[in-house]
């Protein structure tokens, strides 16, 4: 199912619906692996209980899900499927994990052997509105049961509620089937809900032109007459909003993009 363009979450859900996977001739296995390897999952544990659900990508439907997520029956998510997620997820969030966040997961999914896919945790923030009609903060942690021309059919996966957050954060990581390693993260990125959050500050700009200067974070602050903690931040500041890992990487993406 590769293509040219950048498949969105829905975009897949239908062409798969449309291509006829026989999702019921994969094994489902690993539900219990997957959580048992799930040590973020288990520190929860003695603070609040996770939902657990499986999804059926072909379909739509839910195959599993937990009673009272946000306070709905699970009996919501069996009849209705997807769609009443599509409900109850709030807009901003669902434009960025279907446009953004989820043909990320597709592309790194394309580097892994279809039958790898399952040892792959992915997490990320959402906000969804509960029964109430208050919207409430979920983390979702999740892998995924491929087929074999690594296209996700099933994914199964954990939700759990948490306070606020900032910029939206997905994270990838290698479990180890034996459990006898922790998890290995693999790749984090961060996301925005609104585009003008990852904009440069003025201050920030400042501190990139002399970094392309080749100037030092203590030069850089004699030059500002701030701290040489403040320079630092500003430049971790730009590295998260761009998710460059290095300081080169993101001159040279500043200069790229013409923002210097």
């Known amino acids: ?75 919501c998510f ?22 953004e966040i989820f043909p990320d997961r597709l592309q790194i999914l394309e580097n892994i052997a279809f039958e790898d896919h399952k040892n792959h945790i992915f997490s990320y923030q959402s906000m969804i509105k509960n029964r109430n009609g208050q919207h409430e903060h979920f983390l979702q942690r999740n892998c995924f049961i491929s087929d074999e021309e690594r296209n996700p059919v099933y994914s199964m996966g954990i939700l759990i509620k948490i306070n606020g957050f900032g910029p939206v954060i997905q994270t990838v990581e290698r479990i180890d089937e034996n459990r006898a390693r922790e998890n290995e993260v693999i790749c984090k990125k961060v996301y925005y809900l609104n585009k003008e959050d990852q904009i440069f500050s003025k201050r920030e700009k400042e501190v990139l032109l002399w970094m392309a200067e080749g100037l030092s974070s203590k030069m850089i602050a004699d030059k500002l007459f701030v701290s040489e903690h403040t320079v ?19 001159v040279g993406f500043a200069i790229k993009s013409g923002i210097i």
Do not use: C
């Open 232 to 250: 630092i931040n500003h430049r971790r500041s730009m590295q998260h909003k761009t998710n460059m890992p290095n300081a080169i990487a993101l």
């Open 1 to 75: 199912m590769k293509t040219n363009n950048k498949p969105t979450w829905l975009g897949y859900l239908s062409a798969l619906k449309n291509k006829g996977v026989e999702a019921e001739q994969l094994k489902l296995t690993g539900f219990d692996d997957f959580f048992l390897a799930n040590d973020f999952a288990q520190s929860f544990l003695m603070h609040s209980i996770p939902f657990i659900y499986l999804l059926n990508y072909k379909s739509g439907l839910y195959i599993n899900m937990s009673e009272n997520f946000a306070g709905y029956n699970a009996e």
């Open 78 to 99: 069996l009849k209705n499927g997807i769609n009443h997620t599509l409900e109850i997820y709030q807009q901003d969030h669902l434009r960025l994990f279907n446009e």
